[in-house]
């Protein structure tokens, strides 16, 4: 017999000729439906009026991601289930809208998609994916249930979506009201929608309206009620965690090593806060179900962490644009940790009380990696640091005009720099919407917070060290950290901060 052939070198080190590979999914398609509708409240959060081109751009590849999702299901219903009308209505109002952004020249006609909007189209693609090649049909009746939990789950996201893109024109079109105000030749008023609702921004909020109205249609006894029938997998494995903790770390410092965007750098601080919050649910479960009262340091400590760390990621949030690049696979590690703490910590739609948490396998095991984590974030906070130290970062003129005033009158300017007699970013870039560089009071003030972020993350870390331990009980700025870290939050429609390159 002859013998088998030695395989190559190149057959067993792919990466060593850099071929491209799909990253690896552990997420189950809930856990991916989870993730839209809590990247979709993020959007919602995050929105401002620059942001409406980009998004109504990515307003009809999302739906049809969606609709590729809805066909993949099973089809079988059971009876008095909901019919599909809803998304048969909602492809077709984002088909006109796509055809009339090609078809016409406007103010939202070109440019660039919003990448947050590719991210959740992209990830309803994977799920469809999976769904298409190992979907089978339902035989029970709680796969019925499990299935109209799915759909509810894709026209949520749809939905928050969409009223994030309203949110957006009716800033845009607030703004457009203002400078006609202020060169003496004020716009006309809306009579429906809002005041704000002017030209150009009216037409297209009537437009994504009858799209939000089409998604809410849906929902006729509440979100809660369509999400009741909802599968609950068993855990995949206790050491979860732990395993999706070690990949970030060694992803993000991979990410953030390689030329990172401002995009990477405030995923990786709203991770990191998201640990930070989590650590304090899971050790309150832990202290619950040993009944050990453990020492209040290490959940300040953890407090201040997160805290800090998400000061940060707004800081760094502000300096991205809808078309920034980020890097896909340090997107994924962040979901595959959201999705790794959301099996302990939530049931459907709610945390979970600390007696349900304790009840779960691999909490033990949980709290040990999540402390780990601590040690592995001290040194991420100096990677960030360094990189806010940098004298690349650019910004939108009048994001970074609001950064200067807010830093300046809360301190965190250099003293001199903020008693300088200047302006600081000049009106006419303001005006022209263009990007500058980022000013030196804005510098110091992120090089500030960045310290302060390495100060309370080698605290915590410290502290991790001297004493494993929390507080008996969750904060409450802790528990709603998590929630809007890891669970569906309430709809938030008030903008935040604005976004610009920074490269």
Request: aromatic content about 4%.
């Amino acid at each position: 017999m002859e013998p088998e052939p030695r395989p190559t070198f190149g057959a067993i080190d792919q990466g060593l000729f850099d071929v491209p590979d799909p990253p690896r999914e552990g997420r189950t398609v809930g856990e991916m439906l989870f993730d839209v509708d809590h990247q979709a409240r993020q959007l919602l959060m995050d929105v401002e009026a620059d942001d409406a081109g980009p998004m109504l751009r990515g307003w009809s590849p999302m739906v049809t991601a969606a609709e590729e999702l809805w066909a993949a299901l099973p089809r079988v219903h059971a009876p008095g289930m909901g019919p599909e009308e809803p998304m048969r209505r909602l492809s077709a109002h984002a088909k006109t809208i796509e055809i009339s952004l090609n078809g016409h020249t406007t103010a939202y006609s070109r440019g660039p998609v919003d990448t947050r909007m590719t991210q959740m189209a992209q990830t309803l693609h994977s799920a469809a994916t999976l769904i298409s090649r190992y979907g089978q049909p339902p035989v029970k009746a709680e796969a019925y249930r499990d299935l109209e939990a799915a759909r509810s789950r894709v026209m949520h996201g749809l939905y928050i979506t969409s009223h994030a893109i309203s949110v957006a024109l009716h800033s845009d079109g607030r703004n457009r009201f203002q400078d006609s105000v202020e060169q003496g030749r004020p716009l006309p008023v809306a009579r429906h929608h809002s005041p704000y609702a002017v030209a150009p921004t009216g037409t297209w909020l009537t437009r994504i309206s009858s799209c939000e109205r089409a998604a809410g249609d849906y929902f006729k006894g509440g979100l809660s009620d369509s999400l009741g029938g909802e599968a609950v997998p068993p855990m995949s494995t206790p050491n979860r965690l732990e395993r999706a903790l070690a990949h970030w770390d060694i992803q993000a410092h991979r990410s953030l090593a390689n030329d990172p965007t401002a995009m990477d750098i405030a995923v990786a601080c709203r991770t990191e806060g998201l640990i930070a919050g989590a650590s304090l649910v899971l050790t309150a479960a832990a202290s619950e179900a040993t009944e050990e009262v453990t020492g209040e340091r290490f959940g300040a400590a953890v407090e201040q962490s997160g805290q800090a760390w998400s000061n940060l990621a707004n800081r760094w949030h502000e300096l991205t644009s809808p078309d920034m690049k980020p890097d896909l696979e340090l997107l994924h590690a962040a979901a595959d940790v959201r999705a790794a703490y959301r099996e302990l910590t939530h049931n459907h739609t709610t945390l979970a009380t600390p007696q349900e948490i304790a009840s779960r396998p691999g909490l033990d095991a949980a709290v040990r990696a999540t402390r780990d984590a601590f040690h592995a974030s001290a040194d991420l906070a100096h990677v960030v640091a360094e990189r806010g130290a940098g004298s690349h970062l650019t910004g939108a003129a009048w994001v970074l005009a609001r950064r200067v005033r807010d830093d300046v009158e809360s301190g965190m300017a250099t003293p001199e720099r903020a008693l300088e007699e200047k302006a600081w970013v000049s009106p006419a870039d303001i005006v022209a919407k263009r990007t500058i560089p980022m000013p030196a009071p804005a510098a110091d003030g992120l090089r500030a917070a960045s310290r302060i972020t390495v100060t309370m993350a080698e605290r915590t870390a410290a502290t991790v060290g001297a004493r494993p331990g929390a507080g008996g009980a969750v904060s409450p700025v802790g528990a709603r950290h998590l929630e809007r870290s890891v669970s569906p939050a309430p709809a938030v429609s008030s903008p935040g901060a604005g976004r610009a390159p920074v490269r």
